[in-house]
């Protein structure tokens, strides 16, 4: 039950920042397209929520329990890079954002995210195809 909540109370976080985030300039700019904290904000909000949903429809009207250590870590591998992305959001640290350690930072920060998600999914799916 405990990822259910973690994801539901990370996707409330991520949605408010979203919303009351004023400060977000673009980290990586390719043409037509910006990479920046608002975007990874929604991202994860999204995810959140999706997972939150997930968990909660496997434990409760599946009847399967998914690996609750699986659970927690793929939550940390997604939150801690989430928070990351929200703290160079601060207008002190937004204005440093091209600086090379914190850019590969935020860049292996979304490596993070990645594994992070499939954790989460790969445990979901184990927990629903188990017999």
């Known amino acids: 039950m405990h990822p259910v909540k973690l994801f539901?109370?990370?996707?409330?976080?991520?949605?408010?920042s979203f919303v009351?985030?004023?400060?977000s300039s673009p980290f990586l700019a390719v043409p037509r397209y910006n990479l920046g904290p608002a975007i990874w904000q929604m991202i994860g909000a999204?995810?959140?929520?999706?997972?939150?949903v997930a968990y909660f429809w496997?434990?409760?009207?599946?009847?399967?329990?998914?690996?609750q250590t699986a659970g927690l870590i793929g939550f940390f591998m997604i939150?801690?890079?989430?928070?990351?992305?929200?703290?160079?959001?601060?207008?002190?640290?937004?204005?440093?954002?091209?600086?090379t350690p914190i850019a590969w930072t935020l860049i292996l920060a979304?490596?993070?995210?990645?594994?992070?998600?499939?954790?989460s999914v790969l445990n979901l799916a184990v927990a629903f195809?188990?017999?």
């Open 129 to 131: 195809f188990r017999s």
């Open 58 to 67: 496997i434990t409760f009207l599946a009847n399967r329990n998914p690996n």
């Open 8 to 16: 539901s109370l990370l996707a409330a976080i991520m949605f408010l």
């Open 20 to 23: 009351f985030n004023r400060a």
């Open 46 to 52: 999204a995810l959140s929520a999706g997972l939150a």
């Open 79 to 99: 939150a801690t890079p989430l928070a990351l992305w929200v703290l160079s959001t601060i207008p002190p640290l937004a204005s440093q954002i091209l600086r």
């Open 110 to 119: 979304i490596f993070v995210f990645v594994l992070g998600s499939l954790v």
